[in-house]
């Protein structure tokens, strides 16, 4: 059984930051890519980082410059620092998980999500 457990969402004023953490348990997961995800009302679920155990890394374009994803690898925990947030952020967050060092595309194992809203 894989668990993916996020936490640090809320309520953020246009220009603010956030960040979101999750953890992946499981007997015997061990992922390799780990990211985010996110979902907006009425829209599809789109990727906003992702980040092997090696390092490397792929973010949206609306993303870049703002958002830095991070990994903890001995504690299998990604991190998401979301700065300069805008009101087009506003999503349910999602984290996911790979046991391949895949970027372009989401692995089998998701978190539960959590709210982000920007607004003022």
Known sequence: QVQLVESGGGLVQPGGSLRLSCVASGSIFSPNAMGWYR???????????????????????????????????????????MNSLKP???AVYYCNARGAPILSGPGRYWGQGTQVTVSS
Not at 41 to 55: C, I, Y
């Open 88 to 90: 087009e952020d506003t």
């Open 39 to 81: 979902q907006a009302p009425g829209k599809q679920r789109d990727l906003v980082a992702a980040m092997t155990t090696a390092g490397n890394t792929n973010y949206a374009d609306s993303v870049k410059g703002r958002f830095t994803i991070s990994r903890d690898n001995a504690k299998n925990t990604v991190y998401l620092q």
